[in-house]
């Protein structure tokens, strides 16, 4: 396995941040074993630099995935 902190993923986003597109679908499965896994550490660690969270109810965040996908 290569280390995954030089596996150049510079150029990869999703469009999405809860259900994947198709489109999105399409790149990860397009990706290798090494960039999906350099994309998993790099998502970890976006984050836990993040912060805490704020609290929310899982109503308000179901209100939240809900108002991203257009429904």
Request: aromatic share 6%.
């Amino acid at each position: 396995m290569s280390d995954t902190k030089t596996v150049d993923i510079s150029g990869i986003r999703f469009s999405s941040t809860a259900f994947p597109t198709a489109e999105d679908q399409v790149l990860w499965d397009s990706l290798t074993h090494e960039q999906r896994l350099a994309i998993l550490v790099r998502d970890e660690e976006e984050g836990f630099r993040s912060g805490v969270a704020k609290a929310s109810s899982a109503q308000e965040i179901l209100a939240e995935v809900l108002a991203e996908r257009g429904k």
